[in-house]
């Protein structure tokens, strides 16, 4: 696809496509996806207009079509679309997308998500904590278990990519200021990735902007070298765990005064009056059962 700026808006675009059946052809698309910043779908509800170009029918008799992107697949998104053409022109689209087509529509996901999470009422938000954090409230909880779209903190070190998953304990009385970072390497992870030499761990404290190790291989780089990667790409990196310990807290917070309403009949939850089989109230483009009612 050749590239034109994103509006204001971060929801219009305008594509050419390069490469496929639909090379050479000009279209405007409308993006939209789940509302829900904890949802774990991946999809994009795509409305694709041809710029109608003299001399040339349109790709789609009626010029607009509607699918939906899965990006975990990379692939046609699977939903309840009856109009044939759309779908038709839908597997024409995904296979004229190359990888740099299919990255770009990643990171438009993501900072949407980025977005949704910097403005959601947290007390609202309904998050789905693991068992083991209500049998120990002073166990270490994972950003990325929680939130997610979230894949850990990216970062690269002499040329090879990194990440750093960043886990919290989230117990109301405590007054913890730090994260649990676990920093490991992207290539050759795998069946030997969990086995002693492969990553660097320990506490980050955001009062002090220091990193005490706990796990630190004899070989290999050090964990100052990787912290100092790290804080390079993530310059704001002291305000990003702060505000991933602030979220957590705030949902399990949330969580923990829901589970004291409870009615003899189970916790009351505010669910959407939509039915199974209608569109899901989160404008993902799915049935609610196949969304947020899954």
């Not at 050419?16 to 405007?28: I, M, S, W």
């Not at 692939?75 to 990888?99: E, H, I, P, R």
């Not at 189970?266 to 947020?292: D, L, Y």
Request: aromatic content about 8%; charged content about 25%.
């Amino acid at each position: 696809m050749k590239y034109k700026p994103r509006s204001q808006d971060g929801h219009v675009e305008t594509r050419t496509l390069v490469q496929g059946p639909l090379a050479g052809r000009t279209f405007n698309l409308s993006l939209t996806m789940c509302a829900n910043p904890l949802c774990a779908c991946r999809d994009i509800f795509l409305t694709a207009k041809e710029q109608i170009q003299e001399g040339r029918a349109p790709a789609k008799p009626s010029g607009k079509a509607e699918f939906l992107l899965d990006l975990g697949r990379r692939a046609l998104g699977a939903d309840d679309n009856k109009d044939v053409a759309s779908l038709a022109f839908g597997k024409d689209f995904t296979a004229s997308m190359g990888d740099e087509d299919w990255a770009w529509f990643d990171a438009w996901w993501m900072d949407c998500r980025e977005a949704q999470m910097s403005l959601a009422d947290l007390d609202k938000l309904q998050a789905i904590f693991p068992d083991r954090v209500f049998e120990d409230l002073s166990c270490l909880v994972g950003y990325d278990e929680i939130v997610t779209s979230t894949a850990g903190l990216s970062f690269s070190f002499q040329g090879k990519p990194w990440v750093a998953f960043d886990s919290y304990c989230l117990n109301p009385e405590c007054s913890c200021t730090s994260a649990f970072l676990i920093l490991v390497p992207l290539e050759g992870m795998g069946p030997e990735a969990g086995k002693p030499g492969t990553c660097v761990d320990g506490f980050y404290s955001y009062d002090s902007n220091e990193f005490q190790p706990e796990t630190e291989p004899a070989t290999g780089p050090k964990s100052e070298e990787l912290i100092s990667a790290l804080r390079t790409i993530h310059p704001n990196l002291v305000t990003e765990l702060q505000e991933h310990h602030r979220r957590l807290r705030a949902l399990l917070l949330a969580e923990l005064t829901r589970r004291t309403h409870v009615s003899p009949h189970g916790p009351i939850r505010n669910e959407p009056s939509v039915g199974r089989n209608a569109p899901c109230p989160c404008g993902s483009g799915k049935k609610f059962k196949r969304c947020c009612g899954a």
